[in-house]
DNA sequence: TTGTACGCGTTATCAG
DNA sequence: CTGATAACGCGTACAA
């Protein structure tokens, strides 16, 4: 609570000084210095981040705009940003938008008046218009939203590709996809990868939209079970509904995996809790997080470097709940 | 970016006039307030909260201390708290302690620099001594930090009693216990219950400490029942180790729940995704978030507020994994 | 090597 | 009803 001219007067010097020692800014006196430090330490100084903010327009602070925390896919994703910024100074603030455009832009818009520094965004609804009169750099994440803006993403549908070769190769004939919202970019594009390989291998092709939860995943694959019973695949738009999937086999008394095999997508954490443990195609969730922090760090440091766009790659785990 | 010097000339008044259409405060000429409202609109103008914040020694920001987004119990907690702070203007930073002391010191050190106005801490290391000098409210969730510092927490012991008498109600008589990390409270809580309760019954005493993560419940429990082939029940100090239980029982070909009862604690989702589906004491855990976030939001506009302790009710939720 | 004085963007007080 | 102006706490030219 004290003051930097508190400090000053109990140092016996001048504001000026005391921020002196305070930044290592500028030449100081080694006696003044520790007669400085002296002066912090007695009066418990700390210096005040608000003020500091108002001079430099900057305030350490990043914000991270995520769907849901209460998605299991977000919390791995927090943290690794968190992780990432905490050690170089910054605050994560992070921000729940439920999908919502009003949420999104009243959060871009309190963003600068707060001096925030930069934003990590993962939203389907958010484009170039909306993010073009930010100062602050900006990364995309899940999602490429303009070739201006930075992006770390992996390829949703050649990893789709992937993990239906895979059910294939094990012997799959007949399989179906339990697909996501269709205003989820992501879900989209595996939908798309599972339209594209069925028609191209001659496949059946039985689609169930389900939103991306627990219990339409199950719903949606009891249905499903019960109008086509020769399927013996199902490969789900993200590891949740891979999850219900599971559940809806259990209650009909389908074995998994040896009557069905079950793919998910995410390689979130409840996919090794339950058992069979989920087969997933995984995406390097920390990794994202990871790198979409180091991005902005260094366009936080270095303002006018060109977007980067990386693509990390998903991995297919095999577990239990395939053949 | 324009400042509300900007405005005031761009509508030909002075900075006072505009602070006052701003936040409706004195008087001010209908036709003047007009003409500025117009000067806000056209510069697109911005109150800048960080000056603001200067001034007013408050941000408008709580902070909120967890050990871990990553545990599947916070997330639900972490939405419940900005569910009800943000409608109210209020911005909320989470911060991840991981338990540990030095990283909560540091972060509430950081608070009072950024005017931050409340905190609301779940910390087993956080006494008294190390809150004291804050100046703003504070409320201690899941554990009693001191009577003077308001608190919602629920019955720890008092439920786990509930739970272990739901087993033996069930037909159990020999429980084993898997117990959580001695270094937290609530673990503590229902270790306490289970040896109690086991004593006044004349049960065996079964205990076998974990680090209530999910692998640590399945290896513990694979101990367990591997060297005490007679447990027909397993407590489990949390649900995440429930779970790992759960996985255990299945490797081992043990049926749940006819040859084994397992019983969780906290009620998180990842209860409901697993078959069979956990039986649990359930916390409340999106009313402890809301709870805690109205009683922060009651002493933050009466500081003078006398702290509450509020108490609420865990409550057994009896799903598959349980005779 | 150190101090003075101004500016960062607001709000509130006090004249007018 | 409106306008100067002094804070709020800090950092930095510019002088000394």
Redesign the pocket.
């Known amino acids: ?8 007067q109990h140092a ?12 290592d ?9 520790k007669s400085v430090l002296k002066a912090i330490e007695e009066l418990q ?8 903010s ?4 900057s305030s350490n602070t990043i914000g991270l705009l995520i769907p849901d925390i209460t998605n299991p896919f977000f919390p791995q994703l927090v943290r690794a940003v968190e992780d990432v910024m905490y050690p170089k100074g910054y605050t994560t603030i992070l921000f729940n938008s439920d999908e919502n455009i009003q949420h999104e832009l009243d959060y871009l818009k309190g963003m600068t ?1 707060k001096y925030i520094d930069g934003v990590i965004v993962v939203s389907n609804t958010l484009k170039w218009e909306h993010l073009e009169r930010l100062t602050t750099p900006v990364i995309a994440l899940d999602r490429h939203i303009d070739d201006r803006i930075a992006s770390v993403t992996i390829d949703n549908y050649e990893s789709s590709l992937k993990a239906l070769e895979f059910l294939v190769e094990r012997g799959c004939k007949r399989i179906a996809h339990l697909a996501g919202p269709s205003h989820v970019f992501t879900s989209n594009e595996r939908l798309r990868a599972y339209k594209d390989f069925t028609r191209k291998n001659g496949l059946e092709e039985i689609i169930q939209e389900g939103s991306y939860e627990l219990q339409s995943g199950m719903l949606n694959t009891m249905q499903l079970l019960t109008k086509y019973q020769h399927i013996d695949a199902i490969f789900a738009g993200n590891d949740v509904m891979a999850i219900g999937a599971l559940k809806a086999a259990a209650k009909l008394g389908i074995d998994v995996p040896k009557e069905l095999s079950v793919m998910g997508f995410d390689g979130v954490e409840w996919g090794t809790a339950v058992t069979p443990e989920l087969t997933t195609m995984q995406q390097p969730i920390y990794q994202i997080g990871k790198k979409a922090a180091e991005m902005l760090l260094k366009r936080l440091e270095n303002p006018g470097l060109a977007p980067e766009h990386v693509r990390l790659n998903a991995e297919l785990t095999v577990r239990q709940s395939t053949k």
Chains 1, 2 share one sequence.
Request: charged share 20%.
């Open positions: 609570m004290a003051t930097i001219k508190q400090v000053a016996g010097v001048s504001v000026a000084t005391v921020s002196r020692v305070l930044n800014k500028g030449y100081v006196h080694e006696d003044t210095r100084y700390n210096p005040n981040s608000v003020a500091r108002l001079f430099k327009k008046s």
